[in-house]
């Protein structure tokens, strides 16, 4: 073999040696961390071909036979010493040993440092880790991270601490085996405070300034160092807290009148120091609040000032007033007569806390009617509403009305419905209330009525989503007369009670994905006019106790997109989220939405179209496509096409998505209109407004024992709760 002896190279290449910029020859030593790549290397001049073997410690290691040896993820029984041997025709040459050493682990710190060490001047500190590891382990400390001469071991002494002894401290903690040193680990780092023993306390963390939404909860913090036993006392605006006498000063419900500059005082027997002066400020959160459904476009008062009200007569002559405003209402109002709203009012609850922590819910006994005349815009949320006895009435009256939207209210105990829409109102929305009368109320306990006999002249277009209808509601959940009602969500459960949704005289009722639990005469038809039309229902998905058959009638599509739970959910959110849980930031659970492109005109005869879901921000799992609220045969993907335009193709199209989540959202609709003559095939597209129909048919499921056990205790104990504190 010819210069082989001299021109052979051992090379170690590892992750950790290039990243360094290292190159090894056959001599060196390399150390590299567990589970790093390892490859070594072999070139040789001479007589070709050549043959390899490598060695680890002397011993052929098997299958190791090209001019590189590679280790995919080092251990310690992989330190050792390396070479190869390389054969050819003549002879054969052995390289030079390439050692390589695997650390350790790095130690683990099992008692790190605390986060903050304050001592008075004169007196000893000791820091100390505890760590662990799989040899011998070596202690380095650091001040302001400069190693500490002589500072090598698991604690660290200050015999007598002095100012200049402040800083920031942490320990560096090495693991060695077979005089192989691991990476180190490093603890966490402790801030030392060296104060006077005679000096007033010294603020080490100020507090922060915060900006919050009404209802979040607020906490400001102060951290302080002094001799002694410290105090504190908080102050808003230079005043005095009563009870903020801690280092934390907590709000547990954010309101507007918690916004202000807040610092606090710390003092010991040798003075006091006051820390700096933080604003609050405390703002309506509306980015999470969105009117929707049939009332989607509607923004209240949005336009104009901000009012708080406290009195009957600030309500009054600001709901009356025909300026747009957004009016705030705190406290019980009692109100001697109905407060005749007008248009472009947003209506909404401002809970009160007081320093005792005491909550007291937004309250109006009386009446909020919405009947003077053409009455349009109005949002109300966030109160709890009641007019009880012979002199009460009905609790919200919508009269010749369009879009209202109504959320988060507590209606309870009205001498009169807790809630009318009638008078040829439309663009209604209830949401995400709570109706029920309590066990002493003996007057009338009908819930809702959606028109009224020989008064309707056209449909009145009212959603209802996420309510609950809760103990004590009779009857008229609601009774509708020419209402095109979507019901969707909604959980009923109320013992003993004469009948629930019922639908009358030439109204269609699209009820989808609700719970009847316990219910007598869930959902039924009538006829009181005979002039007019039985009243029709469409219902899919819900669950009955007892079960029930569904409806199928043709009903109403609606034209908005929206959400579905599974109804096997629709208790634990109503239980939870439904009525006047925190005034006007009572919270909503997100919804998302979807809509459909297709043909943006009319199809003629013969012609193919396609019809395209359109959702951003989740995927869809599977699609139903629907046509007039059925179900089209074998139409499960995300685009529909229709081969050739027919009469029966024409109508209102949505389709139901379900999420991975397992909830359903339901797009807009898109209506399909057939063309009087052959032509091209239309195919451009349009996107609908919001909406459309249901997620399933067929017959209703029952819930088993335990789930309907589970739902009562829950509901119970959350009626309780908020009785309770309706009555504090």
């Known amino acids: 073999m010819k210069n082989i002896t001299a021109r052979l190279l051992v090379t170690l290449s590892a992750i950790a040696i290039l990243l360094l910029g290292n190159s090894a020859s056959a001599a060196d030593s390399r150390t590299v961390n567990p589970g790093q790549r390892v490859s070594i290397s072999v070139s040789a001049d001479g007589t070709q071909p050549f043959t390899y073997q490598w060695y680890k410690d002397g011993v052929v290691i098997p299958k190791a036979t090209e001019a590189s040896f590679t280790i995919d993820s080092a251990t310690a029984a992989d330190s050792a010493s390396y070479k190869a041997r390389v054969t050819n025709s003549i002879n054969y040459t052995d390289s030079d040993a390439a050692v390589l050493k695997v650390a350790p682990p790095p130690p683990t710190i099992t008692t790190q440092l605390a986060a903050k060490t304050n001592v008075i001047a004169g007196q000893s500190v000791e820091l100390k880790v505890v760590a662990t590891g799989s040899g011998a382990l070596s202690y380095q400390w650091t001040k302001n ?133 933080v604003a609050l400020s405390v703002a309506q959160d509306t980015s999470a609040f969105r009117p929707d459904s049939a009332a989607a476009t509607t923004t209240g008062g949005a336009t104009g000032p901000t009012v708080p009200v406290s009195t009957a007569a600030e309500l009054k002559l600001n709901a009356e007033s025909p300026t747009a405003c957004v009016i ?73 009305a369009s879009n209202v939207f109504i959320t988060h209210c507590t209606l ?49 277009r009212v959603t209802l989503h996420h309510n609950w209808w809760a103990d004590g509601c009779g009857t008229n959940m609601p009774l509708g007369t020419y209402g095109y009602v979507h019901l969707y969500n909604n959980y009923f459960k109320a013992t003993g009670n004469t009948s629930a949704a019922k639908a009358s005289d030439n109204s269609q009722f699209l009820v989808e994905h609700n719970v009847f639990e316990q219910i007598n005469d869930p959902l039924s038809k009538q006829n009181v006019d005979t002039t007019k039309s039985v009243g029709r229902i469409y219902s899919s998905l819900n669950l009955f106790s007892p079960k029930i058959t569904e409806y199928t009638d043709a009903v109403l599509t609606p034209s908005y997109s929206y959400e579905l739970l599974p109804a096997e959910d629709v208790a634990i959110y109503s239980t939870q989220f439904a009525g006047n849980t925190a005034g006007a930031s009572s919270a909503t659970p997100s919804a998302r939405a979807a809509s459909i492109t297709g043909p943006g005109a009319a199809v003629a005869p013969g012609s193919t179209f396609a019809l395209t879901a359109v959702h951003t921000g989740f995927s869809g799992v599977s699609y139903q496509w629907r046509l007039n609220n059925f179900d089209i045969a074998r139409t499960t993907s995300a685009k529909y096409d229709i081969a050739s335009m027919q009469t029966a193709n024409a109508g209102t199209y949505s389709v139901v998505i379900e999420t991975a989540a397992g909830d ?22 349009s996107s609908s407004s919001s909406g459309a129909s249901s997620s399933g048919g067929g017959g209703g499921g029952a819930p088993g024992v335990g789930y309907l056990a589970a739902l009562f205790i829950l509901g119970a104990l959350r009626q309780a709760l908020r009785r309770n504190a309706k009555k504090a």
């Open 328 to 400: 705030n209402v705190s406290g019980t109002i009692s109100l001697s007569g109905p407060i005749m709203v007008k248009s472009n009012k947003t209506i909404q609850g401002q809970v009160l806390v007081d320093s005792t922590g005491k909550v007291t819910l937004p309250t109006i006994m009386g009446s909020l009617d919405l009947s003077s005349g053409g009455v349009s815009n109005v949002i109300i949320r966030g109160l709890t509403i009641t007019n009880p006895g012979t002199t009460g009435g009905t609790g919200i009256v919508v009269r010749n």
């Open 145 to 277: 991270g400069t190693n500490i001469s002589g500072a090598t071991s698991s604690t660290y002494k200050i015999a007598s601490a002095a100012a200049a002894d402040a800083g920031n401290y942490n320990v560096i903690v090495i693991n060695t085996v077979n005089s192989v040193a691991s990476a180190p680990t490093t603890s966490s780092t402790t801030v030392l405070t060296v104060v006077s023993a005679t000096a007033a306390p010294t603020i080490t963390t100020q507090p922060s300034p915060q900006s919050v939404s009404i209802g979040d909860t607020v906490f400001l913090k102060v951290e302080a160092a002094g001799a002694g036993t410290l105090s504190y006392q908080w102050a808003k605006n230079g005043s005095n807290i009563s009870g903020a006498t801690s280092a934390t000063y907590t709000i547990p419900m954010a309101l507007t009148t918690h916004a202000g500059n807040y610092s606090v005082v710390v003092s010991n027997a040798n003075g006091s120091t006051t820390s700096n002066s």
């Open 664 to 685: 359903y959202v339901v797009s807009s609709s898109f209506s399909v209109t057939l063309g009087t003559a052959p032509g091209p095939d239309n195919s451009s597209s």
């Open 412 to 460: 309870f105990d009205c001498n009169g419905d807790l809630i009318e829409i009638s008078n040829g109102s439309d663009g209604v929305t209830v949401s995400w209330s709570e109706f029920y009368y309590s066990s002493a109320y003996t007057g009338s306990r009908s819930t809702m009525r959606i028109g009224l006999p020989s008064v309707e002249t056209k449909p009145l």
